[in-house]
Nanobody
């Protein structure tokens, strides 16, 4: 069982930056594939980014590619999402999600993940 905890959300102006963190208490993340999702009211969770257990493979949605960077430090049991050049449309609750194993999956489908954090709110003002 993995309990994920996100942090780092907040309120920034357009063009600003935030760095989100995803960590666990009492468990190791190093064997887990981690993805970041975001959700706004009335909409389905949207896959934002993915990182493999080693950090060697990363994916991004078209809407954030070039602005967001996912990384991980397995020695600190933490996965990061650096968000730069933020836009009002990036406003959402951001979640990290985890899955073990190496089965080929659609990384951006939230149904493919077993463990979720509680989310952290990121708000970008115009």
């Amino acid at each position: 069982q993995v309990q994920l905890v996100e942090s780092g959300g907040g309120l920034v102006q357009t063009g600003g930056s935030l760095r989100l963190s995803c960590t666990t208490s009492g468990s190791s993340l190093e064997r887990y594939r981690i993805a970041w999702f975001r959700q706004t009211p009335g909409k389905e969770r949207e896959g934002v980014s993915y990182i493999s257990p080693s950090g060697g493979t990363t994916y991004y949605s078209n809407s954030v590619r070039g602005r967001f960077t996912v990384s991980r430090d397995n020695t600190k049991n933490t996965v990061y999402l650096q968000m730069n050049d933020l836009k009002p449309e990036d406003t959402a609750v951001y979640y990290c999600a985890a899955r073990m194993g190496n089965t080929v999956i659609s990384w951006a489908n939230y149904r493919n993940y077993d463990y979720w954090g509680q989310g952290t709110q990121a708000t970008v003002s115009s």
